[in-house]
């Protein structure tokens, strides 16, 4: 009996021993040895070790109830106009519609409305005159610089012609364009800091 067992130790230590003839770079379709396999010959495959999900049992009748709320539910909501949502900055506070004033408007005399309303006449005679003077005083500059463009061109065209292009230093004016740089990141505006109050309204 401990012959035999020997001899099975013997053998079993003899093929972990043995190199395989993968690792030997032999390359046959056999394998000599049980502990190496190539790799071609390794499959795996997913642990199954959750049981299945049972389906509830559903009761028909009660599905085509649920539907039919639903149906009955988007029918409603069809009928009922889209809420608008309102432009704050339109309405009118209620402080200011109120109508007790603290205090009363003053009542003006006759005289004094009469006076009043002979001033604003006055003022709006005097705007008239000072705008038909201003136009007036356009037109006369304009006609002179054609008579003298005119005269001008009789005397020299050369000159004509460069009076007759602009002249980039009358008004200086530079200009520069967006920059290509990233804005700053640590750049603190110069606004300070204000509380976000806006509504926000969902349907």
């Known amino acids: 009996m401990s012959v035999t067992l020997s001899r099975c130790l013997c053998r079993a230590l003899s093929r972990q021993n043995a190199p395989s003839s993968f690792l030997l770079g032999e390359h046959h379709h056999t ?3 049980p502990w190496f396999a190539p790799v071609m010959t390794l499959k795996t ?10 389906k509830k049992k559903v009761d028909p009748r009660r599905e085509q109830m649920l539907r039919e709320r639903m149906r009955k539910k988007l029918k409603k909501l069809e009928k009922v106009p889209p809420e608008l949502i309102p432009i704050e900055d339109l309405i009118t ?5 109120d109508e007790t004033r603290e205090r009363s408007a003053p009542r003006l005399s006759f005289e004094e409305s009469e006076g009043r309303a002979l001033l604003l006449k006055e003022w709006c005679r ?15 500059a304009l006609e002179a610089q054609r ?3 005119e005269e001008l061109k009789l005397e ?3 000159l ?3 009076a007759l292009k602009p002249d980039p230093l009358l008004f200086p004016f530079t200009h520069e364009g967006p920059a290509y740089t990233p804005p700053k990141t640590k750049y603190e505006a110069p606004d300070g800091k204000y509380n976000n109050i806006t509504k926000v309204y969902t349907q």
């Open 147 to 149: 008579e003298a463009l």
């Open 126 to 140: 005097y705007k008239q005159e000072q705008h038909i003077a201003e136009v007036e005083a356009v037109e006369l």
């Open 156 to 158: 020299s065209e050369e």
């Open 160 to 162: 004509y012609q460069a």
């Open 45 to 54: 495959s997913a642990p199954l070790r959750a049981e299945p999900k049972k």
């Open 31 to 33: 394998v000599q040895s």
């Open 93 to 97: 506070p209620a402080k200011c519609l």
